[in-house]
T-cell receptor, first 110, second 113 residues
């Protein structure tokens, strides 16, 4: 089992819709969770981070964490074509090593 | 403020040659990390420096890889001798402390032919 698992996609949504990206992790000792956006050929760019159970909102983005289910998600409201990218879920373990998922490709159709 | 910079952006070498990648972290960031993404796979942790000390090098694939951070500033990652399976994108990241957000460089794309 991969330590951080994501559906590779592609996930295709129409412009203006909500995109829902999901991630599960296996290490219950993971303490914090990150969503990165990576455009093709570019470096990963931090979108959101979350430490506590529940929801965390920042503009059009909402991160959700459920530690009991070992589940993290990212919702993107009012999706735009510029949101088209690969979204990487990452977990910090107790040793502060970052474990990445393989990423989900998102396409937002105009 | 300058971000994390990596050099070169792309390196093409032949199997058996040596390549050295460089990373300059954000000024003042004691923590420096190396990651690697090979084709179609997830980004994998290689190692973590705190200042000039190796805090965790559990992700280093084998002894052909040598990372250094003399003086606790920039870091180099040397691959000697390079093998075909070393091809991929090598990312460097830095953070202020271990629990802080990591900022990534643009990566070095290494192609071993």
């Amino acid at each position: 089992q991969k330590e951080v698992e994501q559906n590779s996609g592609p996930l295709s949504v129409p412009e203006g819709a909500i995109a829902s990206l999901n991630c599960t992790y296996s290490d219950r000792g993971s303490q914090s969770f990150f969503w990165y956006r990576q455009y093709s050929g570019k470096s990963p760019e931090l979108i959101m981070f979350i430490y506590s159970n529940g929801d965390k909102e920042d503009g059009r983005f909402t991160a959700q964490l459920n530690k009991a289910s070992q589940y993290v998600s990212l919702l993107i409201r009012d999706s735009q074509p510029s949101d088209s990218a690969t979204y990487l879920c990452a977990a910090h373990t107790g040793g502060f090593k970052t474990i990445f998922g393989a990423g989900t490709r998102l396409f937002v159709k105009a | 403020e300058a971000g994390v910079t990596q050099f070169p952006s792309h390196s093409v070498i032949e199997k058996g040659q040596t390549v050295t990648l460089r990373c300059d972290p954000i000024s003042g960031h004691d923590n420096l990390y190396w990651y690697r993404r090979v084709m179609g796979k997830e980004i994998k942790f290689l190692l973590h420096f705190v200042k000039e000390s190796k805090q965790d090098e559990s992700g280093m694939p084998n002894n052909r890889f040598l990372a250094e951070r003399t003086g606790g500033t920039y870091s180099t990652l040397k691959v000697q001798p390079a093998e075909l399976e070393d091809s991929g994108v090598y990312f460097c990241a830095s953070s202020q402390d271990e629990a802080s957000i990591q900022y990534f460089g643009a990566g070095t794309r290494l192609s071993v032919l």
